[in-house]
């Protein structure tokens, strides 16, 4: 073998450029390390794309909430005016007639004659009942029988005493004699009486309690018997109110079966006490009822007319928002927005409130004569916020309501 073998472990040298020896690494390829990178770069720029799209879009929706604008609500208004009104002090009554009494049997008996009809109308005197006499008719013309007799008896011993013919004791035993029968007749005629109902006032009846041949117990209600015109109404007011009231004074009255119905009267008694447990004082009205519409017993409203004050400013009820910090209305205004263009919107009031009449309220202070406030739809209204009058329909503003269900 030949010194001038190659060895193996030695390189391999060529002339041909690019053929590396036999010791040298191969180079990895480039190839999937550029698509990696490219990969990268795109899901780069696809994160950025979809951040400027998001970014646009929020963009977006700034601008469309700066430029959005709440509707205006639908409300009814009403332009308030100063008008005059009658303060009242108010209470619930009850009537009662002056004269009432329900009629019955004073003596038991049997029930000859009704002379009368349930509902009817009665004189003073009038024959209603008439239970069985004739017992008492027949002792009634035996006493006078001796009634009679016992006169002739005395006349005839008053002539004799003239003529001095008889003692005076005669006489007088004479004159008991007549004064006894007397008695006895008034006695008997009063036992009669006593069996005979009639009306003791004139007035209206009630419904008959008895029916003819019926034995009455002493009693046994026969009927109703109510004066009613006049007629009076009692209530009661604080004891802080006495010093505004006084006989003579102006009333009114609405009762619960007559709500289309206003009836007038005056004061005519206050009670010279006070309720010691409710510090009350007791005040009775008399009223003209001559259709004889009220009714013992009813219940009534009662407005005792005080003298007339100030013109002030009554609003609707549906108008005031209450609130525990205090009560407010909203007034109607022209309005600018950030931009200088003008709108209707409202401006949140706040009022002191007075009494309340009917469907109305009384403010005594924060509105002014002129003002045009919203009188329903409050509770969606807000400060500032626009609004749109629609007054097709408006709300109760009645200061004498009448509810169809009262």
């Known amino acids: 073998m030949s010194d001038e073998t190659p060895n193996v472990n030695q390189t391999i040298t060529t ?18 390390k550029l698509i990696f990178m490219l990969g990268v770069s795109a899901m780069i720029l696809f994160i950025v794309a979809i951040g400027a799209w998001k970014a646009f879009q929020i963009s977006q929706a700034i601008a469309m909430g700066k430029a959005f604008k709440m509707p205006p609500d639908a409300i009814t208004s009403l332009t308030v005016a100063k008008e005059n009104v009658a303060p009242t002090l108010d209470a619930v009554g009850s009537i009662t007639s002056p004269q009432g009494v329900m009629l019955s049997a004073d003596l038991p008996g049997i ?43 005395l006349d005839r011993a008053q002539d004799l005493s003239q003529k001095r013919v008889i003692a005076q004791s005669a006489f007088d035993e004479a004159k008991s004699q007549y ?23 004139t007035g209206d009846l009630g419904i008959r ?53 206003t009836f007038t009267g005056t004061i005519t008694a206050i009670n010279s006490a006070v309720d010691t447990s409710t510090r009350n ?74 009494k309340t009449r009917g469907d109305q309220i009384e403010v005594l202070a924060g509105l002014k004569n002129g003002d045009q406030i919203a009188t329903s739809g409050i509770f969606k209204l807000r400060q500032k916020g626009a609004v ?16 169809t269900d009262s």
Request: glycine fraction near 8%; charge should be negative.
């Open 209 to 261: 309690q008895i029916n003819a041949g019926q034995y009455l117990k002493s009693g046994d209600p026969i009927v109703q018997l109510e004066s009613l015109d006049p007629i009076y109404a009692n209530f009661a007011l604080p004891q802080q109110n006495i010093g505004k009231l006084h006989v003579g004074q102006q009333v009114r009255i609405q009762a619960d079966g007559y709500p289309d119905k």
């Open 281 to 354: 004082v007791q005040i009775q009205a008399t009223v003209a009822n001559p259709q004889h519409i009220l009714r013992s017993g009813m219940f009534a409203g009662v407005q005792v007319l005080l003298p007339e004050r100030d013109s002030v400013i009554m609003v609707p009820a549906t108008s005031v928002q209450y609130a525990p910090y205090g009560d407010s209305i909203f007034v109607i205004e022209t309005m600018k927005d950030p931009s200088g263009k003008e709108y209707v919107g409202v401006r949140e009031q706040a009022v002191t409130l007075g």
């Open 388 to 403: 749109k009058v629609e007054n097709s329909v408006q709300p109760g503003n009645n200061p004498a309501p009448k509810p």
């Open 15 to 32: 002339g041909t450029p690019g053929i590396l020896s036999m010791n040298e690494e191969p180079t990895p390829p480039k190839r999937p």
């Open 111 to 153: 029930v000859t004659t009704i002379d009368f009809e349930s509902g009817s109308h009665a004189t003073n005197g009038q024959l209603l009942a008439q239970l069985d006499t004739r017992q008492e008719e027949a002792q009634l013309r035996t006493a006078r029988a001796k009634l009679d007799l016992a006169r002739q008896n």
């Open 179 to 201: 004064d006894a029968a007397m008695a006895t007749v008034d006695e008997t005629q009063a036992t009669i009486d006593r069996k005979t109902i009639r009306a003791p006032f």
